[in-house]
C-alpha cells in the first residue's frame, strides 16, 4: 500500500514554541512519520506515500473521487481522546480535505467522528464550516488565516476532554465547547485520521502528545 507525505506539527494551546525532536521526545511527543515510514502508525488503502524528506502525498488513482471513500483515508492504528496533534498541509487551488477525531466507527467517521476542515480557503470573504479551521457541522472559524494554495500552512489542533481549540499559522482560530451544541452527541474517544477528497494533498511534520 502506498502513503502520501503528512506532516503534522504538534503544538499545545499553552503556547509551545518549536523544539529540537529529542527534547519534544521528552516532552511526550510522538513522531507519527518515524524514519519517513508510514506503515508504523498508520493505515489506509487510498494512494498515500512518503519521500525520504518525510512529505506525504495523496494521489488520487483514476475514478477515485469524491469522500465517501472511508478505507481511503489515512488513519491512525490507536484511539485516543485527550491530546495535542501539530502538522502542516498543502493544497492546490479549490483543494479540500479533513482532519479527523473521536472516530468511534470508521466506516462512518462523518457521523461517528470530528472534522476540521482543510481547504484552499485563502481570500475566502464568507467564512462557513468549510472554511479552514471550520469545525463540521456548523462551526466556521473566526477569522479566515490560511496562505494561498501552493504554500506550506501548519496547524495545532488541541483535544482536552469537551474543550477543542484550533491553532492555524499561529492564530486561535475557533474554539469549540464540544459538549454544547450539534457536537454533544458525538464519541469523546476514537481514531485520528486525514480525509481523501478525491483532491491531491501533502502533508509533513506530523506529531501528537497525549494529554490527561
Not at 494521489?59 to 469524491?66: F, I
Not at 498541509?89 to 482543510?118: C, K, M, R
Amino acid at each position: 500500500m502506498k502513503f502520501a507525505i503528512l506532516a503534522l506539527t504538534v503544538g499545545v494551546a499553552a503556547g509551545l514554541s518549536s523544539s529540537p525532536l529529542q527534547a519534544e521526545d521528552k516532552a511526550g511527543w510522538i513522531d507519527l512519520l518515524p524514519e519517513n515510514k508510514l506503515e508504523t502508525h498508520w493505515q489506509t488503502k487510498g494512494n498515500w506515500s512518503i519521500n525520504d524528506e518525510g512529505v506525504v502525498t495523496l494521489t488520487p488513482r483514476p475514478g477515485e473521487s469524491g469522500w465517501t471513500r472511508y478505507d481511503s483515508y489515512l488513519w491512525l492504528n490507536k484511539q485516543h481522546r485527550n491530546f495535542a496533534c501539530s502538522f502542516e498541509y498543502q493544497v492546490g487551488e479549490h483543494g479540500n480535505s479533513g482532519f479527523y477525531f473521536h472516530v468511534a466507527d470508521l466506516t462512518n467517521p462523518v457521523q461517528q467522528g470530528i472534522e476540521v476542515q482543510i481547504y484552499d480557503s485563502h481570500g475566502q470573504e464568507k467564512l462557513t464550516d468549510h472554511t479552514s479551521g471550520g469545525v463540521i457541522p456548523k462551526i466556521p472559524p473566526t477569522a479566515q488565516n490560511a496562505k494561498p494554495a501552493g504554500e506550506w500552512n501548519h496547524f495545532e489542533i488541541i483535544c482536552k476532554d469537551d474543550q477543542l481549540t484550533v491553532i492555524l499559522n499561529e492564530k486561535v482560530v475557533n474554539e469549540v465547547d464540544l459538549s454544547q451544541g450539534p457536537l454533544a452527541s458525538r464519541p469523546k474517544t476514537g481514531y485520528i485520521g486525514f480525509q481523501d477528497h478525491g483532491l491531491p494533498l501533502m502533508l509533513q511534520k506530523i506529531k501528537l502528545r497525549e494529554l490527561p
